[in-house]
């Protein structure tokens, strides 16, 4: 099969689906991979690069959780190659205003260790991700939620959240403010269902292990050896298990892309990346799609830290060449991004791209106007020499990670004369590091939510659950807030604009990256296999093998 580029981004309904038959080199049998030998059991196996950093859905931070959580739980709704399909709900109805959903739920539903699905499941899941006490670094998605933020922040108790079981079978959800996108944040694990009582018994390690959690999705988590694979077994109670083919799906960690690519060839594994120093070995044989993802170095503004001062921000942003990154670091296979909101996303009678077309930043260095903005910088810091001007890059401990990584330095310490020096860690310590904001500069990025500019910008908000940058603008945060009630739709769109602008226009508050692209190799007889850009980066929920 030719190399076919999937426009995954064009619009939020959009998925692109990988067909079987494409060409693949890898096509040996093995006990991890296919139809484990000797069993029968249709088995797919697919690579990560770190191990995913948490399986309880309230606390699941990461594109890699996501994606395993929508496999092991059944929340109200479904997204379906974008499209919404009930789930745990059968049926739901909305208000003539937009704010109060209620959600009904199938009959016989049932937890894995064969306890009833209830109401409440549903309510304490979602009170528990607001509930402060719990310190869930997710809870910004519930502030849609009536009283969700006040909740989050302690002024009001858990009850008064916005979300009730009216009896066993029936969620009523009251929202801030009318939001069409709110049945696809409904298929989110973060506000999916979560067992009281397994809770209370295992607090902080609920979900860290099988053992320790029940499960009511498509299949259920029966083996996870930390740093190594985890594994999902076919839920024979889950709703819709008839559907379901496969009877078995394995998350392997495999740290080194190279290496997985040489299991994926020896058959062993059925999905995985192709490093970027491999693309043109692979290109007839893969699948290469956009992942909604928008990668950046967020800068820690808070206050006390370098990166609080604005001029130095602004001399970062002129003083990296984005195209010549792109090609060293991925071979151009990923797309340079000059703007923080993914361009494809749904604007109100486009896309947002086409709507706002916006380039606050070049895609090649800018040496005069950096070293304009250094200059200013070293003058407001009481610096005379640029190299006393020390910032750490911190990013994770892969060799991709480390490759990123030096390649920025470079750039940055030729073009502006500072020091960058890096800090490797471990993709979860760099997800606590930049929640206790321990960091300087760190490589990062976001997949939306759902497909709306709000997803990308309400990371920033001055309070927010997710701001890990320290940014701080009242006129930013005055915009989010009132295009949450803004009824019409073009209106809305333009002050979300106006934030962006402000955001990287005025205040140079990240540094764009990247938007990424993926290739895959996947075993050709792999059908149905779905890709899809927001919230997770695939689905294996309706997928099979074929004979």
């Known amino acids: 099969m030719k190399k076919r580029l999937l426009a995954a981004l064009l619009s939020a309904a959009m998925v692109v689906t990988m067909f079987a038959g494409c060409g693949t080199p890898g096509s040996k049998k093995s006990d991890d991979s296919s139809e484990t030998e000797g069993t029968g059991k249709k088995r797919v196996t697919y690579t990560l690069r770190e ?19 929508i496999h092991m739980l059944a929340c109200l709704t479904r997204n379906v190659e974008g499209e919404v399909r009930g789930d745990a709900a059968e049926s739901w109805e909305v208000s003539d205003d937009g704010l109060v959903y209620t959600f009904h739920l199938r009959d016989g539903l049932k937890w894995s260790d064969g306890v009833d699905v209830t109401a409440d499941d549903y309510v304490y899941g979602m009170q528990r991700l607001m509930d402060p006490a719990e310190a869930c670094d997710y809870a910004f998605i519930g502030y849609i939620l009536k009283n969700g933020t006040a909740v989050n922040n302690g002024e009001v108790s858990v009850e008064e959240l916005g979300v009730k079981a009216l009896d066993d079978k029936t969620v009523e959800i009251t929202l801030e403010h009318p939001a069409v996108y709110f049945e696809s944040m409904a298929s989110m694990c973060a506000l999916g269902p979560a067992r009281r009582d397994l809770v209370e018994k295992y607090g902080k390690e609920y979900a860290a292990d099988p053992e320790k959690a029940a499960y009511n999705g498509p299949f259920t988590m029966t083996e996870w050896k930390h740093g190594d694979q985890l594994v999902m077994t076919k839920n024979p109670d889950y709703w819709d298990a008839d559907s379901v083919k496969l009877d078995e799906i ?11 690519v040489a299991m994926w060839e020896n058959g062993e594994v059925d999905i995985t990346i192709v490093p970027t120093e491999m693309t043109e070995q692979y290109a007839d044989d893969s699948e290469f799609y956009f992942t909604g993802a928008d990668d950046y170095i967020m800068l820690n503004q808070s206050e006390g830290k370098l990166l609080a001062n604005k001029n130095l921000r602004f001399a970062l942003n002129y003083a990296i060449n984005r195209s010549e990154y792109n090609t060293l670091v991925n071979n151009d296979v990923y797309e340079p991004a000059q703007r923080l909101v993914l361009p494809n996303v749904t604007a109100a009678d486009s896309t947002y791209g086409e709507r706002y077309p916006y380039e606050p930043f070049p895609l090649e260095n800018d040496d005069a106007k950096a070293k304009e903005y250094l200059a200013a910088a070293m003058s407001e810091l009481g610096v005379n020499n640029a190299a006393d001007i020390k910032l750490e890059l911190l990013t994770t401990d892969t060799e991709g990670a480390k490759k990123q990584a030096e390649v920025l330095q470079e750039q940055f310490q030729k073009n502006l004369g500072i020091t960058v020096e890096i800090k490797q860690v471990t993709y979860k310590q760099r997800l606590e590091m930049e929640q206790t904001k321990e960091y300087d500069m760190v490589v990062t990025g976001w997949v939306p939510d759902y497909s709306d500019a709000y997803s990308y910008l309400e990371l920033w908000i001055s309070d927010g659950q997710y701001n890990h940058s320290g940014y701080n603008n009242p006129r930013y945060d005055e915009l989010l807030e ?33 938007l990424r692209r993926e290739q895959y190799l996947v075993n050709p007889k792999l059908e149905n296999f779905n890709v899809y850009f927001v919230g997770y980066d695939f689905n294996l929920v309706y997928a099979d093998l074929a004979e």
């Open 51 to 69: 191990d995913i950093p948490s399986a309880d859905p309230q606390n699941s931070n990461s594109i890699s959780s996501a994606s395993a959580n």
């Open 250 to 260: 394995c998350i392997k960690t495999v740290a080194d892309a190279k290496t997985a």
């Open 482 to 514: 009132a295009s949450q009630f803004e009824t019409d739709a073009a209106k809305r769109q333009d002050m979300l604009f106006e934030a962006e602008q402000i955001f990287l226009g005025e205040d140079s508050a990240l540094v764009p990256l990247q």
